[in-house]
Every structure is written in structure tokens, then in C-alpha cells.
């Protein structure tokens, strides 16, 4: 069974209401042993897109195929500038630390210049105030500081990237 | 011609320049909001960068983050499309400083013809009529010895504004008195300019205005003449190419629209709105320095992508084709579906639009960035689509338009399509008698 | 399977709202055996036009806008000839009677002539074979006959209406 | 003008000629089947009547239920679309014997063009080139005499089929052997009719047809070409207008086809179908007495209602305008967009549609009866949507296209928009050089 015979199998399942099926199989040459289980929804809705209650992205309608069939545009942008559908789902993942995220449009800069030592790395410790990273907008450096004391756990983009408003930095497990 | 661009707009303007940008191979980024993510301009584009919180004021008039967006993504040049900063010399100008190429006019020629005042000495200038007006009024005495110099009713006109902000109607000394200083209050507050000027108020006027088109090397063409007299509070509501007055007038007023731009050195798309009264005299009002919401019926009618033509005279490709080229074939109309509930006073219905099916077939063209589970911001302006219909007569696009919107659905979200339904079935509407207070005077809502 | 596929999968299960999908191979290299589960969400629509549960016409699908909004368009069409979508409607709420439906288009006539007495009464006793009424197609009378003896419970139509392909015109009690 | 018609078909063109209808303040009955109730023209229509089971011979093909349907709801006239009954003879005179205008063209006039072998002395007649082909064949010795005669490969063709069905080609003697009598039980089986004729087979022909519309009078005009030469085993899939052809060689063609359909007195809309060889001869194969799935493009480089047409002048108005008024600007493309997996040998893909986004924006017509939750019946063809791009050049109608294919979305079923994508993007496309084996030759599939 691969992707297009699950992808089938869901579709079949949308379109005829069946909540639920299970499929087992031994693999046997001849007479193959195998077991079917299926229960239908209770009141079936015809057609509908696609139910709520689904975990999706905040934001994006669950119901819609526009958005899921935008999937390759949003993966092109995702090479063009970090797409900001990533953050939502990567800050789930590791809700413990504090996000620092880019108050404006720029340049990532990890050091003061190209010579000298990057301001943090991962494992550093950070006092309120320090500079962690500088964001380069139309030849001006912004200064970006810690707004909690903690542990570096994670910086996401590199130097000289470009990112874009909103956009999570680094993470910082707060002391 | 551009490699890459970016977008500084949102919702169906967006959707319209990146589609533009598609057909000429031009690469286009999207800058959006926070509110916008999930915007069909952002799933379209070839790239997108958000620029900001939901606020207008943080994002999309964000100055330093969209030509930031405009450098970090190695975009060659901005569409401001309309709205928010389409007609700001200041942020065209520091485009040019970033050696970013602004698609739209120069920066003079914004600061020029955008000031209402400035605007009017200039039409003088190149011999184009205004209403008789006044210049920028020092006090109220000011104002009562112009008023009562040309007559009321006049119009209170606040110097900066635009696109119906700003103005209030004047029916004798004692309104002028109650109304001058809050006029100015409010003028300070939305423009920040107190300046205040007063017109000659004309009666059920037609708003005509002409499609420019400038090289600017001191060639201008026009695309002929829109009527915009369907206005709800100064907002066109539908409007329509060409206007069905006399086509010698409608010569006249494109001639003196051509004028006026060649005389400021125009560039790139520019629309120049002029009053006609009922005895066919027309006053030049405003020029807006930018592609407009309506410019769809000036294309249907025209044939002739006037999106496309603002990237190749941007690009430097100087104007595509010359006066004679321009032909007008048909009539075209253009209804603006906003998500406002026309039976409650046209309130903002924001929301999810749950299902959606716009019309098709012979002579339709859709503008929308709305699909089915769109979440309508509610930070922005309520426009989710325009529905264009030509036909070969004024009549075929009626009854296309009519045809047209019967089959729309739009579920989630009240829509003004029963409202345009209303004035396209009006006979007044049916058979041309239109002036811009056609909705307070002609219908009974 | 690898990352693109997972990918995959989670785009469909998202386009047709499956909440729950496990998989089990045993890794076997020919005809590998396996499992299968999938569960869908309880169906509940999203912002539907038409409200769920709510007694819709069969065949319409209740999640469509298009349909709903033509509500007018049928009720127009119902003005014009009986519609279609009455008849499954009332059949479920007298599901007592066998269906007398018409097998063409025409024109119901309860009598074989205008002065002459109907075929059928409500209350009548009717056996297999007997005409129930005639409909007229192309200049053609077509006897309808009962195909099941019993008592005509109720005549859904008019002398002259016109009749489409397949509606209820009279139902009938099997005895 | 009629007062009320009734349409005798299905899906997209019972969706158009709805369309047509309403323009024309026409009212229009929709005729259905039981798989069809929940369908667009059915829902949209002013009235709709169940005329037979999903199976097209009891419902579509049902004669007595369409008649009887159109009397009974007081219809004046039927339109029968195309495929179905729209190319019937018999079904037209019974209409005109129960006093119903058929909306296309007599039923002598589908009598005489309609058989492939009369057709052919038809155009003899007319002076109208014709490829080198025989006359119906009595046996094999005669298909065998004919074939050395004029040179192998040949084409073996059923006298009663058309649109590519009923047609084999022939490289050699054996061949000829093996297939000649299996060809005409098929024919004997699909048309009742087993009479064969051999053509001779042109290679790489470009398929080029003329739009044509007599009044009935002996008044034919043309609305130029379409080339619909990107065919996949005999059905288009791809079509434009007008053909890249030399300018003179068109008007021959147009002018030929004039020819034919003045010569038989042709009424309404047909279309003369020629093969056109690298040499520039041309032969006319077949003529087409309907509306044609392609139509669109004729109307978006004419501006001209087709079907509004079919009503004018089968209601006896006669043509709305002459041959120096048909005026052609610019280039259209369409694709047709089934319900088929162009990745699976393009099997039909028949299910719900669970979600439809079509495109819009300037230069794009979509005509689809599909909306977001409407189910393929699986017992008609697999035509969804038609999706037809204008653009000044050909080189813009096809950036359209793309562009516009790109932003469509369809969830549910498969499509072949993916397949047309890479249609548009070939470079033998691109450059025009388009004939009928072009999938086939130029495409790996």
C-alpha cells in the first residue's frame, strides 16, 4: 500500500461518510488472510471540504482547498524568505523557550561584523538587555536585546539572512 | 523589463498586479500583513515576506519594512497598487533613493497634481476648466465674501483631501458659519492640513474621469472616459466605460485630461475626474496619481492591459502604442461587491466566506481574492471583488451584469450584490439618467 | 517511506478530514503484509450554508452555497411544473403507500375524457392492472396501470398538470 | 425573440445556452435527467423538468420526453447543444411537426451535410477541395484497388462517423486486409450504418475549421478560424483561434467554406472542418451542424455571441450582422478541462468535487457547471470546464493560460489541467508547430 492508494482510500472515504476502516493484510502468495473493519459517520454531510476540529495551522482555513493546494507556492516561498507558516508550528513543538522574533524587516547579522565573534551562541547565557543579534534595515543596525534572562536554546535563521516581521530568531529557556 | 518585483498592497489589487507581473515572466513577492497570510495574493505568489502587524499603520504603510522587504528579497521595483501608499511622493521617492524602481508616476508628479490647490493652479495653467473656486481661505470672512460672489449652494473642500473625504455641502451664510472652523478641525486631524477652499457647488453633476497614460517624456495618451456617477457618501459603487454623453464632449474632456497631464510631464497611469453638468459644461476636480479600483471596464472596453503598460513604462519601455491605437469597442460596467449588508445601513460583514462561486461565461471577468474559507480581515476596506461585464451595448452589459450576479454566491458573509442588483433593474440606472446623488435621489434605501 | 511522503499524507488527511491514520508493514520484501486504520472527524461543517441535521432534499448536497442559493431558482422551477424534489420529501413522511410514478413526460389526466368520470378516487380499491389515469405524451394517450392491488391513499397531482419523468403521482396501499 | 425555450442538454453548454437565454430575457427550461438534478443549469434554470434515468438513451436521447417536455411546459423552441441530439435530423423535423423551433440548422440541411459520404459530393459540387478519397466501398478488392491507386498510407473511414470516431489508419495491403471488414462490423455496431470509404492519409495535417452562419436565406458568413489541431486519438483538447496560417490561405479556406455552406443553404451556426497539409493545400473532411465545445475562442477574438445567434436566427430575425462586420482581434486559447488522471492514461476520475477555484482577471472566460460540492455523474462525458485565455499576441494568450491554470484549484477528482500545462509549455507548441499527431509526435506521455 503506498501514498496514492492511502491518498485513494481517504478520498473514498470523504466521498461514501465512512468514519472509519482498518485493513489488515498478511501478505501471503495465495489466499492471502486479511481483515476489513469499517464504520460509517453518523449523520453523513455530502460534500463538505473538510471538518473543523482539525488540528491546522492557526489561520488557515481548514476547509480550504486553495490553501492546501498552494502547498508548492508555499514551500517556494519557504526557499525564497522563511515562510512564516513554519513558526506557528515549530513554536508548538518547543513551547518552552521564549521567542525572540524580528520586530522589523532586514538582514540577520549573528556578529557586530564580519571579523569579530558572533554576540550569542547556543548555551549562552543572556542577561535582559543584551544584544543577541543585529537586523540590518535600509544601512541601519538595528539592535536586537534579550527581553529575558535565559539559556540560548536554539537560533533559527543564520548570518545574513533575510527575515521578515515576526519572524522567530532564536529561543531563549528563561532562567 | 523587471526580473523580480515586489507588491506593497493586498486583497484584489495584489492579485491583479501579480497576475500582470505573471504574464509578463516577472517574478513577484508579496509583502503582507499579519492579517493577510492566509490572502490568496500570498498563496499565489512566487515569494512572500510579511511586513507587518494587522494595522495598516505597521504594515502596508510601513515605509521602512516594505523597501527593506523590497532589498532583502532583490526586488528591482514596487507596485504600490492603490490605496495606502500609491500616492505618496515621499515614500517614491525614497524608492529612487534605494535605487528601487517605483511603478507608478515621479515623485513631482505626485506632489504636484496630488494637492487639491496646487492641482487646481495647474489645471488653470494648461487651460482646463475648473469649478469656480476659491483659493486656500485665510479665515470665515474669507469664505462668506466667496460664497456670496458665486452663489450658494457651494462645496467646503478640505485642500489635502481626496476621493470624497473631506467635504461638506453649503446652503446659506448660516451653514457656512456652523461648518467652517470644524471643517478645518477635521481637515488638521485627517490630512494634517487645516487648509480649506470653497467651489461652486454644481447640481446632480456626472463624475466622468479619463484614463491617462504618460511616458513621461512629455507623451501623453488617454484611454477614454469612465462614468463614476453611482457614488454611495462620495464612494463609487459602479461604474462604467465609456460615458454615454455626447461624444464630442467626451472628445473635449479627454483633450483637456491629456492636456493637463502633458503639461506636469506625467508618468505612468493617471486618472483626471471631471464634473459635467446638465448643460454639458465639465470642471476638472481631481487627478489620482495611480492605477484606479474601476480601471477593469477602461480594459474590457479598450482591450488593453493597463497593468501590464504601468511595468513597461516603469521598465523604461516608454508607452507600448500611440493615440490611434487605442480603440473603444463595446460598453463595460464594473460592480464592487463589498461584504456590507445593504439592508443594515451597508455595515462591514467580516468573516469567513464559507462557500463561493463567482459567475462566468461570455463577456465576465472576476477580480477576487476571495476562495471558499477566506477569513475577510477586518482591518482593511470591505471590497472582496469586482465583477466586470462588457457587452456590445450598454444594454448586453446590463444584462450580462444582471445575468451575472444571479449566479454569484457568496455564503458566510452579507455582500452589496442585492444593492447592485437594485440599481442595474432602476430606470433612471437603465436608461442613463445618472448623477452622483443617483443613490440618495433615485432609490429609496 | 520518507518525509515527502509523510508530507503527502498529511496534506490528504487534512483535504478529506481524516483525524486518525496508522500503518503497520512488516517489512517483508515480496507482498510485504500490513495494516491499515483510519478514522474521520465527526462530521461537523464549517460555516455551511445549510445547517447540519437540518432536513435538506436528497441528492443536494447540504455543504453547497450554489445549492442552497438556488432555492430560489426551485421554487420557481416548482411554480412552473411539480419539482422534483417534493416527491422523495413527502415520500418519507407517508412511507405506508407503494409509489405510482410517471414513466414519461406529459400531461396527467385523472379521466379518460372531460366528461366522463375519474379513473381513481382517494379510498378506492384498485387491482394489478386496473388504469389509474393516462398521461398524454405527443398527442398519445398512455394508460397508467397499478401494479400492486390496494387502496389509493393519495393523488399527489391534477386533472392536467404537467408531469416529469419519474414523479409521485399517486401512492397506493397494498391491500 | 422567443418567450421561452427549452434546453436539451447538459453541463457546461446547457450552462451556456442558460446564459445566452437570460441575456436575451429569454425564459429557459432546463431538461434533466435523474443524475443531473443537483446539477448548475438545473439549479439556475427558471424551470427544469426530470425528462428520463441517468442513461443517456432514456433521458437526453429520449425524443418523446424532450418534445412532450417542451409542450407541456409551453416551450417555443428547444436548443439542443451539441453531441446528444443536436446533429439528429429526425429529432429536428419532429420538432418543426410539433410546431417547436429547433434551434440549429434545418433538418434537410443536417440530412445532406451530415453523412460523411454526401458531404464529400457536396463539396465536389461546391468546388470545394476534397483529400483524395473513394467512394463508399463495396468489398476489399475495391478498398484494395482504391489504396494502390492513390498510394499507401491511406485512412479508412465509417461513412456515418465524425469526431474522430470510425477511423483507422491503413499502412499497407495487409493492413488493409486485417482491418477492413473488423472496421466495418464496429461501424455496422456504433452507427447502424457499416458503409466504409478510404481517404488518403495526409501526414502531420494541421486541423483547421471555419466558424460559419447562414441565415437560412442563402446568406452565409464566416467568423474566421480555429486550429484544433492538438488532438488526443481524434479529440481536441486544445484549441485557438484564429489558425497561425498565411493571412491568404485562411481567407481561401474561409472563403471555401462559405462555398459549401451557401451551396446547401445552410441555417444558423456550423462548422467546416479541413485538414490543411505542410504544403498549404487544404481538404475539407467534415461539416459540423452545431454549436461547436470551441466556439469560445471564435467569440472572445470576434467579441461575438455565438449562441445569442443560434436564437436571433432560428427565431427568424435573421444574421444581426454582415461578413465586413466580423471583425478578429488578438489570439484565444482553450483548454478543455475533463475529469480524467492525465497520469493514468487519462481514465475518467468521476467523484464529487469537493473544492473548484477557477481563475479570473483580465482576458479569461471560464464556462463550468462544476461547483464546490457538486458530483460527476459518472454517465456523461468528462468535460468539467472550459477555460479560454485572450491576449493580443498568441505569445500573451498563452502566458494568460498559464497563468491562469496555475491558480485554479479543483480537490475531489483528477484533472487535465496538468496535462495542458505542459501542452502550453512545449516548445514546438510555443512555435506553433501544431499538428494532429502532435501529442502523439511531440509529447511524451
Known amino acids: 500500500m503506498d501514498v496514492k492508494e492511502l491518498k485513494r482510500l481517504m478520498d473514498a472515504m470523504k466521498a461514501t461518510g465512512t468514519a472509519e476502516l482498518e485493513l489488515e493484510w498478511d501478505g501471503s502468495e495465495e489466499r492471502p488472510g486479511g481483515r476489513v473493519a469499517l464504520r460509517r459517520e453518523s449523520p453523513v454531510m455530502p460534500g463538505g471540504p473538510a471538518s473543523p476540529g482539525a488540528p491546522t495551522q492557526p489561520g488557515i482555513p481548514a476547509s480550504s482547498g486553495v490553501a492546501a493546494a498552494a502547498a508548492g507556492a508555499l514551500e517556494a516561498m519557504a526557499a525564497g524568505t522563511p515562510a512564516a507558516g513554519e513558526v506557528p508550528a515549530a513554536a508548538e513543538e518547543k513551547a518552552k523557550g521564549t521567542d525572540v522574533v524580528a520586530p522589523i524587516v532586514g538582514t540577520f547579522y549573528a556578529a557586530p561584523s564580519p571579523d569579530t565573534q558572533v554576540f550569542v551562541r547556543v548555551g549562552d547565557q543572556v542577561k535582559v538587555g543584551q544584544v543577541l543579534c543585529v537586523i540590518e534595515a535600509m544601512k541601519l543596525m538595528n539592535e536586537i536585546e534579550a527581553e529575558v534572562a535565559g539559556t540560548v536554546v536554539e537560533i533559527l535563521v543564520r548570518n545574513e539572512d533575510p527575515v521578515e516581521y515576526g519572524q522567530v530568531l532564536m529561543r531563549i529557556a528563561p532562567a | 523589463m523587471f526580473k523580480k518585483i515586489l507588491i506593497a498592497n493586498r486583497g484584489e489589487i495584489a492579485l491583479r498586479v501579480l497576475r500582470a507581473a505573471r504574464e509578463l515572466g516577472v517574478k513577484a513577492v508579496v509583502a503582507y500583513s499579519e492579517a493577510d497570510e492566509t490572502s490568496l495574493p500570498v498563496l499565489l505568489a512566487d515569494e512572500s515576506i510579511c511586513i507587518g502587524p ?292 451597508f455595515r462591514p460583514s467580516a468573516g469567513v466566506v464559507t462557500d463561493v462561486h463567482w459567475p462566468g461565461g461570455p463577456g465576465i471577468r472576476v477580480d477576487s481574492h476571495v476562495y471558499a474559507g477566506y477569513r475577510i480581515p477586518p482591518n482593511y476596506d470591505s471590497l472582496i471583488a469586482k465583477v466586470i461585464a462588457w457587452g456590445p451595448t450598454r444594454a448586453m452589459a446590463i444584462a450580462r451584469m444582471e445575468r451575472a450576479l444571479r449566479e454569484t454566491v457568496v455564503e458566510g458573509v452579507a455582500t452589496t450584490i442585492p444593492f447592485h442588483l437594485r440599481v442595474l433593474d432602476n430606470a433612471f440606472y437603465r436608461r442613463g439618467a445618472v448623477y452622483t446623488n443617483f443613490i440618495a435621489r433615485r432609490m429609496s434605501i
Open chain 2, 54 to 345: 494587522a494595522a495598516s499603520s505597521g504594515s502596508y504603510l510601513n515605509v521602512r519594512n516594505l523597501l527593506s522587504a523590497a532589498l532583502v528579497t532583490g526586488a528591482e521595483a514596487i507596485h504600490p497598487g492603490y490605496g495606502f501608499l500609491a500616492e505618496n511622493a515621499e515614500f517614491a521617492e525614497m524608492c529612487e533613493e534605494h535605487h528601487l524602481t517605483f511603478i507608478g508616476p515621479r515623485p513631482e508628479n505626485i506632489e504636484r497634481i496630488g494637492d487639491k490647490a496646487r492641482a487646481r493652479s495647474l489645471a488653470i495653467e494648461a487651460g482646463v476648466p475648473i469649478t469656480p473656486g476659491s483659493d486656500p481661505l485665510a479665515d470665515l470672512a474669507a469664505a462668506h465674501a466667496f460664497a456670496a460672489e458665486v452663489g450658494y449652494p457651494v462645496i467646503l473642500k478640505a485642500s489635502a483631501g481626496g476621493g470624497g473625504r473631506g467635504m461638506r455641502v453649503v446652503q446659506s451664510p448660516n451653514d457656512l458659519e456652523r461648518n467652517f472652523v470644524q471643517a478645518q478641525e477635521e481637515a488638521r486631524a485627517a490630512f494634517g492640513d487645516p487648509r480649506m477652499y470653497l467651489e461652486r457647488f454644481l447640481e446632480e453633476p456626472r463624475h466622468v474621469e479619463i484614463q491617462v497614460f504618460g511616458d513621461g517624456e512629455g507623451e501623453v495618451i488617454h484611454f477614454y472616459d469612465r462614468d463614476c456617477s453611482i457614488q454611495r457618501r462620495y464612494q463609487k459603487v459602479l461604474e462604467e466605460a465609456p460615458s454615454i454623453l455626447d461624444p464630442a464632449l467626451r472628445a473635449d474632456i479627454a483633450e483637456a485630461a491629456v492636456r493637463l497631464a502633458r503639461h506636469i510631464g506625467y508618468r505612468g497611469a493617471g486618472t483626471c475626474e471631471f464634473l459635467v453638468d446638465r448643460e454639458g459644461r465639465f470642471y476638472f476636480s481631481e487627478m489620482n496619481t495611480r492605477i484606479q479600483v474601476e480601471h477593469p471596464v477602461t480594459e474590457m472596453v479598450t482591450r488593453f492591459d493597463l497593468v501590464q503598460e504601468q511595468f513597461r513604462v516603469a521598465a523604461g519601455e516608454g508607452l507600448s502604442l500611440r493615440q490611434e491605437d487605442v480603440r473603444l469597442e463595446g460598453h463595460a460596467i464594473e460592480v464592487r461587491v463589498n461584504a456590507e449588508d445593504p439592508d443594515h445601513d
